[in-house]
């Protein structure tokens, strides 16, 4: 006799349990039981994250334990908790599922490569959030989910109930815990599913260089003759826009690995802002918005249900999670071999780094560590001038050993497969915000293709003082004047203050790493 799958083993014992509902199920559950569940014009699933729109990663915990506790980078990313206020927590997620007429279970993997996949369970209560992690997660076939067996991760997912503000460590009603030892993660008054995304990315974060495998917050693409490329950058950087290219096949947009047979994305969808989205803007994700799609706290129109991208009344953070197969030129499976190139993407409103520049292996480590990239004024509020940021790994907020740890991993893969690395800066040139301008979409295009089709490597380059950097002499389609910063400021004067302005920002941050910087990495960054 068939045994009938439940979670008794957990101690949840739901009226109603639906394990891997098809997404036409979880439409119907969802407009029905999900409150403010719409389906908009184009056929995508329009739901609401409830108070909080965005993560909270000051409210995210990690047991500290004796197995791993001397792994962790303990600090303001990954801050401590206990083991028995974990099971607090955990108890908590699983007593108010026990309140709940109906409970969604999806179990998916993460990792495309078979050898390194993981097994992952999602326990949650609302359907947008199993809809969310059924696009997310990559999807067993109806085989593999009858022989899926125990997982190696389960996440409790309940966001709708809040944290015990009077519990030890916990500062607010929301509470994001993951304890490696006990191989879960809990989450409480929080019901932004792109806490459970990132959960897992966290965990690969943590069991993947334990195999000597880099994991990666970057997208990847690949050419037609099997040449891999990796694109790293923080917010506004482009990193999505440029590795979208209609010349190449998408590996993933956000989430990857490097092992010892080559490249393969965490996940099986992607969760693609849509502030401002425009079919000619960005055609790859606006196409993929359609049924099965999740639309996150966009707004729309009451009577057509048309989405309004421009209207932020709810959040900037709008979102549309989809399954990766929506997007028209993908490579399937997910996996890619060694990559030839890696670019590290800056928008540099200083107006210091050139357009584009090579990096030795050393150097690479020490970018990598710095991730940086500038907020423009006037895009916050207090903003007024340029102000540089800095996110280890261009990730911080997800990494868990050393940035140090990540940066020898890329460096050892780096020299054993020959890849190129380069610094490419889609900010301002010629200047900063005020007497300078943004280099045009346009070259920074043809960078990346002269990237990509190897003229880059022929060319003759020239060293940029201060930060040490390669600069190519020319760059096919780009006038040669905007290459070298320095001689394309009016002011070379002003020029060299504001790069050893920029140096000293540098030197300032890479200052916080001094403790676990075992390679000296920091002597390969600017020099005053």
């Known amino acids: 006799m068939k045994q009938k799958f439940n979670l008794d083993a957990a101690g949840i014992f739901p009226k109603e349990l639906h394990r891997n509902l098809s997404p036409s199920q979880l439409y119907s559950k969802a407009l029905r039981f999900d409150s403010g569940a719409v389906i908009s014009d184009m056929g995508a699933l329009i739901l609401l994250s409830g108070e909080k729109t965005g993560r909270s990663p000051s409210d995210k915990r990690i047991v500290e334990a004796a197995a791993s506790q001397d792994d962790i980078w303990w600090g303001e990313i990954n801050i401590r908790m206990d083991a028995h206020t974990f099971r607090i927590n955990r108890q908590r997620a699983i007593d108010y599922f026990n309140t709940r007429t109906r409970i969604y279970v999806v179990d998916g993997f993460a990792g495309w490569d078979p050898n390194y996949r993981i097994k992952v369970r999602v326990i949650c209560s609302r359907p947008y959030h199993a809809l969310f992690m059924h696009n997310m997660m990559i999807r067993p076939t109806p085989q593999e989910l009858k022989n899926f067996g125990e997982p190696d991760y389960v996440i409790y997912n309940a966001g709708e109930f809040t944290a015990n503000q009077y519990t030890s460590f916990m500062n607010t009603k929301t509470s994001i815990d993951l304890c490696f030892e006990e191989k879960e993660f809990v989450i409480l008054g929080t ?5 459970m995304k990132k959960g ?10 334990k195999k000597n495998i880099m994991s990666m917050h970057c997208s990847a693409n690949e050419g037609a003759k099997g040449d891999v490329s990796l694109f790293f950058g923080l917010s506004g950087t482009g990193k999505t826009t440029l590795s979208a290219d209609s010349d190449r096949y998408l590996i993933g947009d956000d989430e990857h690995c490097w092992s010892d047979r080559g490249i393969f994305n965490i996940e099986g969808g992607c969760y693609a802002k849509v502030i401002n989205l425009t079919e000619k803007s960005e055609p790859e994700i606006f196409h993929a918005i359609k049924f099965g799609t999740v639309l996150e706290n966009v707004v729309y129109h009451p009577k057509t249900h048309k989405v309004d991208y421009t209207n932020t009344s709810i959040t900037q953070n709008t979102r549309a999670s989809y399954p990766i197969e929506f997007i028209e030129k993908i490579k ?3 996996v890619g071999g ?5 670019i590290f993407l800056t928008c540099d409103a200083f107006g210091v780094l050139p357009p584009v520049s090579k990096l030795s292996s050393k150097q690479a480590m020490y ?3 710095s991730g940086y990239t500038a907020k423009v004024a006037g895009t916050e509020m207090g903003v007024t001038e340029p102000q540089a940021t800095f996110s280890a790994c261009f990730g911080a907020a997800f990494m868990v050993w050393h940035p140090s740890k990540y940066a020898a991993l890329l460096a050892e893969k ?11 800066n889609t900010g301002w040139i010629g200047g900063g915000t005020e007497e300078g301008k943004r280099i045009s979409l346009k070259h920074t295009r043809a960078i990346i293709d002269a990237i990509h089709d190897g003229s880059l490597l022929t060319t003759d380059f020239d060293t940029l003082p201060v930060f040490d950097l390669k600069i190519p002499k020319k760059v096919k389609a780009v006038p040669d004047e905007v290459l070298n910063p320095s001689a394309f400021w009016k002011d070379e004067k002003h020029y060299w203050e504001q790069a050893k302005k920029l140096a000293r920002l540098f030197q300032d941050n890479f200052k916080k790493f001094k403790a676990g910087d075992q390679l000296d990495i920091a002597q390969h960054g600017p020099k005053l």
Do not use: D, K, R
């Open 338 to 342: 060694h990559p030839s190139n890696i």
């Open 367 to 369: 970018h990598f560590i």
């Open 200 to 209: 897992i990315f966290s965990i690969m974060n943590y069991i993947m260089p």
């Open 414 to 424: 780096i020299e054993q497969h020959q890849t190129h690395v380069w610094l490419v």
């Open 191 to 195: 019901e932004y599913a792109g806490e």
């Open 332 to 334: 399937l499976p997910c």
